[in-house]
């Protein structure tokens, strides 16, 4: 599902660059270049671990 998604993303960057070489470039394909891009972003970001997880984990357990 990663490569799905790092695929998504290389053909919305590829398209927002093309867009942007044309002489009038179309701006809904520009948008919806971006849109895929962050959408791809999220997707992939969803299965990072927070970076203060552990510290949160540890601080709970000297409350108690």
Do not use: C
Not at 13 to 34: C, H, R
Not at 55 to 64: E, F, G, L, W
């Amino acid at each position: 599902m990663k490569k799905v998604f790092l695929l998504i993303m290389v053909l919305a960057i590829a398209v927002g660059l093309y867009e942007q070489t044309q002489d009038q470039p179309n701006v809904f394909k520009i948008i919806a270049a971006m849109v895929l891009l962050m959408f791809g972003l999220m997707k992939l970001s969803e299965k990072l671990p927070s970076k203060d997880s552990d510290n949160d984990n540890q601080q709970d357990r000297y409350d108690q």
